[in-house]
């Protein structure tokens, strides 16, 4: 049998968007059409480069912070949520908002919310300066503090050992997670758990259907953006389930030749925020290099849909 018979791609599912970032995306094109150009979305609406650029050619513009925009001005905010004191900013400026937030991230605001209402230790397992954590850390700072790894667990102090929770961000690698929560309870034994998962069913689908693939892989190729966290714990996952090599790339002209040298089958998925056609790139990429036998590797069926933020279900979004 030649080398390019052996060529195959095994292709994950569920992959790509999910129903928090096909909700934001949505957003911001409703918002365009509704209101016209300019749209300014504070931070990028989701972590995706391809993304980004598609909205900003059809008129949205993108800025840190809401003191960015003009006052005001329609502002969405991003799928990764914002803190109390962000909407404050927007306030003061009379910014017209579109809340973009995924409502599994609300879900958790929520969830961090309560437990300082009942003046619980809130353990909040995720990483430093993402724009998610910053959002639900800013629910209760005073009761939440970040674990970014099971290293992290000696430098926690608490005030009563025994009213701790632990929450966490939506798209972390479930099983560091769980590492991380284990070290917890180690010195917290009645650490409480949150209400539910927090890390998302697409970042737990994603992980699982990339966990099945990789051990047959010579080499993975996960598209996704480097600051895309769903994205980068695909890369990382599917390495330690045994995959050959595993890379992250934004687009297919980003592939190296030379990761293809005695490669026979191919490992492709996509993180959450990104849109099929960038995976369509890479499968055709392959295919002009002989792999065109591509087979599917299905883990889960996923039926979730978010409605639209409220704001654009009216005549006149926010305003
Ligand atoms: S990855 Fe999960 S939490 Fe993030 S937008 Fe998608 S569904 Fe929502």
Redesign the pocket.
Known sequence: MSRSENKRVLLAKPRGY????DR?VEAVERALEQHGSPVYVRKQIVHNRHVVETLTERGAIFVDEADDVPEGALVVFS?HGVSPAVREQARERELHTIDAT?P??NKVHGEAKRFAREDYDILLVGHRGHEEVEGTAGEAPAHIQLVESAEDVARVTVRDPDKVVWLSQ??LSVDETMETVRALRERFPTLQDPPSDDI????QNRQVAVKAMAPRCDLVLVVGSPNSS?SVRLVEVALSAGAGAAHLIDFAREIDESWLDGVETVGLTSG?SVPEILVEGVLEYLAERGWTDVAEINTAEETVTFALPRELRTSRAGR
């Open positions: 999910c129903a928090g970032v934001a799928a995924c599994l991230v939506t798209t998302c069913y697409a970042t769903n959450a």
